[in-house]
């Protein structure tokens, strides 16, 4: 419970940048092991992260009806017994990292100091969901400097699509909590979109998918990509108007088809 292993969605939400970024790259043999390191990686750090917000927010979740039966709100496990799991955890994830080269070890530990503030993001601004789209993609710079040694255009590009998709999924799980939020004076998307959360949601999803389409007409010059990106859009467009916003199941619901959509991002980056 404490590094949510029974709700995969997040580690998976943050696995497929990364994974997606690998599918845009020149293809070695080398790469298919960097999508091993990726998978485990990806699972330490989303359940590091876990332990990191639950310790920062622990006075907030008692107050909130999601959160307030998590392990340390709850008190089914102490605090130093997590801060024993998240140093495990993070050696873990260091052992990882040195797998890769000096300055994408450099890159990787430069985003640490984003994971730490990002529980601090909605107590101070309306747009957590933006530094969170920062922490949650940096795996994107992780693989362009891995194979590249920089930061090439068409990744660059790819990070910010990823931004705008994590706006997307995190602004419709942020509807979840937007009535204890306001009443425990927090700040998210949510909230400052209110009625029209699903206008802007919309709007995020047609950038991040627009890049998408983008980068594999680029890679493949295919105008059956361009089709088929388009048919996709229009699909989630549509499909977005069965999200009720004041429904906790519905936010709940269309937060967890983030994973078929990063699936369909990966799978049509690798085939065009």
């Known amino acids: 419970e404490l590094i949510r292993f029974n709700k995969p969605i997040g580690f998976l939400l943050l696995l497929w940048p990364c994974w997606i970024a690998l599918a845009i790259t020149e293809h070695q043999n080398y790469y298919y092991v960097l999508y091993f390191y990726f998978f485990i990686g990806s699972f330490l750090m989303r359940s590091a992260g876990c332990i990191i917000n639950d310790l920062i927010d622990i006075n907030i979740d008692k107050k909130i009806e999601r959160t307030i039966n998590r392990p340390l709100t709850s008190k089914k496990i102490k605090i ?8 495990i955890l993070l050696s873990f994830s260091l052992l990882i990292l040195l797998q890769f080269n000096f300055n994408t070890i450099l890159i990787g530990l430069l985003s640490l100091p984003f994971i730490i503030i990002y529980p601090f993001m909605k107590r101070l601004i309306y747009f957590p969901q933006l530094v969170l789209g920062l922490v949650f993609n940096w795996g994107v710079f992780i693989v362009s400097f891995e194979i590249y040694n920089k930061i090439t255009f ?3 590009v790819l990070y910010i699509a990823c931004i705008f998709w994590t706006l997307a999924y995190d602004t419709i799980y ?6 204890d ?3 425990n004076k927090l700040k998210s998307t949510a909230i400052l ?4 959360g699903q ?4 709007l995020f999803y047609i950038i991040f998918l627009s890049i998408i389409g983008y980068l594999g007409f680029k890679s493949s010059n295919s105008m ?3 089709a088929i990106i388009f048919l996709f859009m229009l699909f989630i467009i549509i499909y977005l108007n069965k999200w ?7 936010s709940n619901y269309f937060f967890k088809i983030n994973n078929y959509i990063g699936l369909f991002s990966f799978i049509y980056l690798i085939t065009f």
């Not at 130093?80 to 140093?87: C, G, M, N, R, S």
């Not at 979109?193 to 029209?196: E, I, L, Q, T």
């Open 224 to 226: 059956v990509s361009i």
């Open 181 to 183: 939020d306001i009443k």
């Open 244 to 250: 009720k916003i004041e429904s906790n199941a519905s």
């Open 154 to 156: 068409d990744l660059l």
């Open 80 to 87: 130093l017994e997590a801060l024993i799991l998240l140093l």
């Open 199 to 202: 206008l802007f949601v919309k």
């Open 193 to 196: 979109f209110g009625a029209r």
């Open 174 to 179: 942020a509807y979840q909590d937007m009535k």
